[in-house]
Every structure is written in C-alpha cells, then in structure tokens.
C-alpha cells in the first residue's frame, strides 16, 4: 500500500474515532455509521475501455452518519481506498453515497472524488489514467443478513471524464461485507 494512502487512512481513523465515541456519550447519532471491507477484481473492461491491470484489489470504507434522507433514502459521506495487491494502481476517494433499504436488500450509488499514484505515462505496465485527479463512481447491490451485517456486490468506476489524455477509465468489482456500528 502506497505510503500516502495510508497516511491519509490512519488520519481519518485517527480523527473519526475519538469523534466517534464522543457522539455515542451524547446519545447522538456514531459519526462513522459503517466500516466496508471487500475484494474486488482489479481493472476489468466494463465500463472502461480495456484491462491493463490484473490481479485483485482490496477495497475499505468508512461510511459516515446520514446527512439527510432523500429520495426514500439518506445521504452519506464516504471515506475508502481500493488497492491493488499486484501493487499497481491505488487510489483513495471521498464520495457522496445515497443508499436505500427495502427489507434486507439494500442499493447505493454515488458520485465524488478520487486520487491515485498511477503511472501518467504510456508504459502499459500501468493503466495511463490521463490525471492525478479522477472522478469516482461506485455502485452496490446487496443483503443486509443481521441488522448489523451485510454482503454486497459492489462496482466502482474511476475516470477523468474526457478532462484529460487519455480517459481509458478503470473498473473495479467484487463482493464486500460490512459491519454497521
């Protein structure tokens, strides 16, 4: 794992757990609302447009209490990190995530930020992702199994939107548990 990444990891830990527990002595809401852990395959072409980088990726979240509800739904920051264990591509993001419960089955979809410490070069060892900066779209469909557990598949798409060049985009998938607080 890239030394920045986890830099940035252990300081959002750091900051979210004593907020964490001052919240829970207040009776308020947890500021973290769940922890995502996940495999996932590493650059496939489902949105994007080839697969350069093989192998798997490990994928963490800290979900963040509900902004608000809307749409049947709330509103959440996210806080993770995807990274390669072929020590190719990782990248760290902070996305804004509606999710929606229904039973035990539950869907999320989001939009926000992301930072990777690829290559911005053409060597083909790495995926040339056009800029240091990309925009993070993830997606997950899953089953809440105990009121404090679930599986999920989840997808996630990194890319620069045709802001920079190339824009090949990268695709990631796999299965994730989660453990709400």
Not at 93 to 120: C, N, P, Q, T
Not at 152 to 164: G, P, R, V, W
Request: avoid cysteine; charge should be negative; hydrophobic fraction near 45%.
């Amino acid at each position: 794992m890239p030394k920045s990444l986890l830099r940035l990891l252990t300081v959002a830990a750091m900051v979210a757990l004593p907020l964490t527990a001052a919240a829970q002595e207040r009776d308020a809401a947890p500021l973290i609302y769940e922890l995502r852990l996940g495999l996932l395959q590493h650059d496939i072409a489902i949105v994007a447009a080839d697969d350069v980088e093989d192998g798997a990726a490990l994928n963490g979240e800290l979900a963040f209490r509900s902004l608000t509800d809307f749409w049947g739904g709330s509103l959440r920051p996210v806080l993770g990190g995807t990274f390669s264990t072929e020590n190719r591509t990782h990248y760290g993001y902070f996305d804004l995530r509606w999710e929606a419960l229904w039973d035990k089955v539950f869907f999320g979809i989001g939009l926000g930020g992301a930072i990777h410490d690829g290559e911005l070069s053409r060597d083909r060892k790495n995926k040339d992702l056009g800029s240091r900066v990309l925009f993070h779209i993830p997606a997950e469909l899953g089953y809440q199994f105990t009121p404090r557990n679930r599986i999920s598949l989840y997808f996630e798409h990194i890319s620069n939107a045709d802001l920079a060049d190339p824009n090949p985009g990268m695709d990631s998938i796999g299965l994730r548990l989660s453990h709400r607080f």
